[in-house]
Nanobody, 121 residues
Framework: QVQLVESGGGLVQAGESLRLSCAALGRTFSSYIMGWFRQAPGKEREFVAGIHWRSGNTYYADSVKGRFTISSDNAKNTVHLQMNSLKPEDTAVYYC??????????????WGQGTQVTVSS
């Protein structure tokens, strides 16, 4: 299995932006559907965004559509999540993972340590 390392989280004010990164160690993403998930305090982990590595096609949860953008950097074997117009309800630990298939919201790999995003009002 591929080992995933998330980074880029932090503390921001509502309306500001953050860019998260997910790097794969040991393998390339070339044959995967990759996704971002998040888990807020007291809530279950939820799907945020997915990307087909080869085609670049993307899909999003309704709660982030129009504000978040998932992208891939083939040369660096990294997946990014650009988060704009952040809201306090976006506060969560963000994780990346492999998705079962394009359009799926179910993870199929191991979880990394995640990266904390905190949005103050």
């Amino acid at each position: 299995q591929v080992q995933l390392v998330e980074s880029g989280g932090g503390l921001v004010q509502a309306g500001e932006s953050l860019r998260l990164s997910c790097a794969a160690l040991g393998r390339t993403f070339s044959s995967y559907i990759m996704g971002w998930f998040r888990q807020a305090p007291g809530k279950e982990r939820e799907f945020v965004a997915g990307i087909h590595w080869r085609s670049g096609n993307t899909y999003y949860a309704d709660s982030v559509k129009g504000r978040f953008t998932i992208s891939s950097d083939n040369a660096k074997n990294t997946v990014h999540l650009q988060m704009n117009s952040l809201k306090p309800e976006d506060t969560a630990v963000y994780y990346c993972n492999v998705l079962e298939y394009y359009g799926s919201v179910s993870p199929s790999g191991s979880w990394g340590q995640g990266t904390q995003v905190t949005v103050s009002s």
